[in-house]
């Protein structure tokens, strides 16, 4: 009996010696595996490229993800089919947002990419009573009317190694209607309305959430004593988001995770 409980300890002990080995030499799996580290080893690269900002003649906002994504609209910008969506988009709102390829970076510093590229056209415009809504009105001016907000879009997909564009393929135009409120500002999918609007003063305006995906309202509320940044969190479907706004100035906002749909929209106090 004695003799068998000697035994046992001795090939307890036997694993105990043999893992604690295994495991100072690192040649357990799971050991090896705590040494790669995906994230740390290769790296997105993230080089933001405003390429076009708007103008009061002309609300083109184009911008790449990077220098390789910047080349996919260098590409596109050059198809006859993409001048014609342009040409026939005067007037409207365009976002170009070049989006692909990611670019990886290794430790050693090296940019690697796939060949295919892809750019995003938005156009977005509104109308108020079925005219043309371009510039911001008073909410009191807007409450009661029928607003509406269209958005078109394109998807461009770019051979970046041969130099051209292989498709374009246009997406069904996105349509919505709502009796505008003074102070309210929709979100939809992925629309701001009214893009634009002037409110008092001292008054609270609220985004409501009236698509099924969530929405944030992020941006800069500039007046004359400062900057100060604005941040809603995500607000969800049938939810909405309310802030004061108590000094004369403007709000620039966009929805960070819609900004390449040209989801934005600018809040002038007065
Ligand atoms: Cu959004």
Not at 59 to 69: D, E, G, L, R, S
Not at 131 to 147: H, I, N, T, V
Not at 202 to 216: A, D, F, Y
Request: net charge negative; proline share 2%.
């Amino acid at each position: 009996m004695r003799k068998d409980f000697l035994g046992l300890i001795a090939v307890v002990a036997a694993f105990v010696v043999g893992g604690t080995i295994l495991m100072q030499s690192k040649i357990l799996p799971e050991e090896r595996a705590q040494d790669f580290r995906t994230l740390e080893n290769i790296s997105l690269q993230s080089q933001i490229q405003v390429i076009q900002e708007p103008t009061a003649s002309d609300n083109t906002y184009i911008y790449a993800i990077n220098k390789v994504a910047r080349e996919s609209w260098e590409i596109a910008k050059q198809d006859a089919r993409v001048q014609a969506i342009l040409d026939g988009s005067n007037g409207k709102a365009l976002t170009i947002a070049a989006v692909q390829p990611s670019a990886f970076v290794s430790p050693d510093g090296k940019v690697t990419h796939s060949g295919l590229g892809q750019v995003i056209i938005t156009a977005n415009w509104q109308a108020v009573d079925g005219k043309q809504y371009a510039s911001a009105k008073s909410f009191s001016s807007l409450d009661g009317r029928q607003g509406q907000s269209r958005q078109q879009i394109w998807n461009v997909a770019v051979d970046i190694d041969r130099d051209k564009v292989i498709s374009i393929q246009g997406e069904q135009e996105r349509v919505m209607t709502e009796t505008l409120r003074a102070n309210v500002v929709y979100g939809g999918m992925n629309i701001y309305m009214p893009d634009a609007a002037v409110a008092k003063a001292g008054s609270s305006v609220r985004w409501v959430n009236e698509s099924n995906v969530p929405h944030n309202v992020v941006g800069t509320y500039k007046t004359e004593a400062g900057e100060e940044k604005i941040d809603s969190g995500f607000f969800r479907a049938n939810e909405d988001w309310e802030h004061t706004f108590s000094e004369k100035g403007t709000f620039d906002y966009h929805c960070t995770i819609h900004s390449e749909e040209g989801m934005k929209g600018r809040l002038v106090i007065s």
